[in-house]
């Protein structure tokens, strides 16, 4: 399983909804999602970003794979803070993105059932990231225009290196 990289255009896309009761296939999709994620090496893979248009995300912050389906923020802290981001879809560019530091999400999980959970952080970082890409939006879509002609023009001349 391949990761899409900047400009595919299925990275702006809106992923659709999943029913996790009904849908046999997520388990088996969320395994490549995680295989391509370690290889990369990530911590975190939205399944827009493998050309799958569904909401489905993985992440990895702290040694336990896990996997959301639908997932939606619904609550996020007044405070924020800037720190550089990278992407898989982006390889080898990092831009700085202000996010709240924490957030809440609601999604299901790979059995259906509703999980709420409370980011704080890189996890909280990610959340939002992944929650992003199945939005249609990218790094570069969070960026000031400075940073985003900046981490263009990166992202071209690492390109035309590999």
């Known amino acids: 399983m391949d990761i899409l990289e900047h400009p595919n255009p299925a990275l702006k896309q809106h992923a659709l909804d999943v029913d996790p009761k009904n849908d046999p296939s997520l388990r088996g999709l969320v395994q490549a999602m995680a295989r391509a994620m370690y290889?990369?090496?990530?911590?975190?893979?939205?399944a827009t970003?493998?050309?799958?248009?569904?909401?489905?995300?993985?992440?990895?912050?702290?040694?336990?794979?896990i996997a959301l389906c639908n997932p939606r923020i619904v609550e996020t802290s007044e405070e924020?803070?800037?720190?550089?981001?990278?992407?898989?879809?982006?390889?080898?560019?990092y831009i700085p993105i202000e996010r709240p530091v924490s957030c809440v999400c609601?999604?299901?999980?790979l059995k259906g059932n509703p999980v709420r959970l409370k980011g704080e952080g890189l996890f909280a970082r990610v959340l939002q990231h992944e929650t992003d890409h199945l939005d249609g939006l990218?790094?570069?879509d969070r960026?000031?225009?400075?940073?985003r002609r900046a981490a263009l023009r990166r992202y071209r001349e690492?390109?035309?290196n590999r």
């Open 143 to 147: 960026a000031t225009p400075e940073e």
């Open 39 to 46: 290889d990369a090496p990530g911590v975190g893979l939205a």
């Open 80 to 93: 924020t803070e800037i720190d550089d981001e990278g992407c898989l879809s982006f390889p080898g560019v």
């Open 138 to 140: 990218l790094i570069i």
């Open 49 to 65: 970003q493998v050309g799958v248009q569904k909401r489905i995300i993985i992440a990895d912050v702290d040694d336990a794979l």
């Open 158 to 160: 690492a390109n035309e």
């Open 106 to 109: 609601e999604a299901l999980d």
